[in-house]
T-cell receptor, first 114, second 113 residues
């Protein structure tokens, strides 16, 4: 069974540039999560999707961050414009449903903003 | 809001030494508790979880954890570590019906030969 796939694995951009991250969850998993992991910290939830609906985006900085999950499968997280403080690892995770307590994580995208 | 504390930020052990990593959470209601591990260059993987029932849970690779409700703790243990256990370990909690995971800051374990 394929795991959660993310791309790119690494991204280096200059501040004020836009950037996008892509996630393909495990087949059949209805719930998708985006987390941000700052250096030396644990992951923090940015947004959670149930199928194509964003049901918890309270931690998403909506002035510059946006996300979508068209058709309830793949998801894209975008930052525009990026700031120096956005440098982090962006993790995607999925679970069968919101009732399922186990989340499966992808390898993450390491973003460096110069 | 719930929070998770991992008091050991960096632990160095020799092979065959015993391991205990501390994890405390702050939430008074029903909790589900997890330990995730991240080996160098790899993604986060579930090590073990407590959902209900027996407070002593066993996970992969000889790890176990004990949920002590009165102490709000979920410490991770292994009787004899191996060099291959070198990794970062994260404790996480979700509460009741919520599916949001709250993570601790992680403990970096380094096992020397």
């Amino acid at each position: 069974e394929a795991g959660v796939v993310q791309s790119p694995r690494y991204k280096i951009i200059e501040k004020k540039q836009p950037v996008a991250f892509w996630c393909n969850p495990i087949s059949g998993h209805n719930t998708l999560y985006w987390y941000r992991q700052n250096l030396g910290q644990g992951p923090e939830l940015l947004i959670r999707y149930e199928n194509e609906e964003a049901v918890d985006d309270s931690q998403l900085p909506k002035d510059r961050f946006s996300a979508e999950r068209l058709k309830g499968v793949d998801s894209t997280l975008k930052i525009q414009p990026a700031e120096l403080g956005d440098s982090a690892v962006y993790l995607c995770a999925s679970s069968l449903s919101s009732l399922s307590k186990e989340q499966f994580f992808g390898p993450g995208t390491r973003l460096t903003v110069l | 809001a719930q929070s998770v504390s991992q008091h050991n930020h960096h632990v160095i052990l020799s092979e065959a030494a015993s391991l205990e990593l501390g994890c405390n959470y702050s939430y008074g209601g029903t909790v589900n508790l997890f330990w995730y591990v991240q080996y160098p260059g790899q993604h986060l993987q579930l090590l073990l979880k407590y959902l209900s029932g027996d407070p002593l849970v066993k996970g992969i690779k000889g790890f176990e954890a004990e949920f002590i409700k009165s102490k709000f703790s979920f410490n991770l243990r292994k009787p004899s570590v191996q060099w291959s256990d070198t990794a970062e370990y994260f404790c996480a909690v979700n509460t009741g019906t919520a599916s949001k995971l709250t993570f601790g800051t992680g403990t970096r374990l380094q096992v020397t030969l």
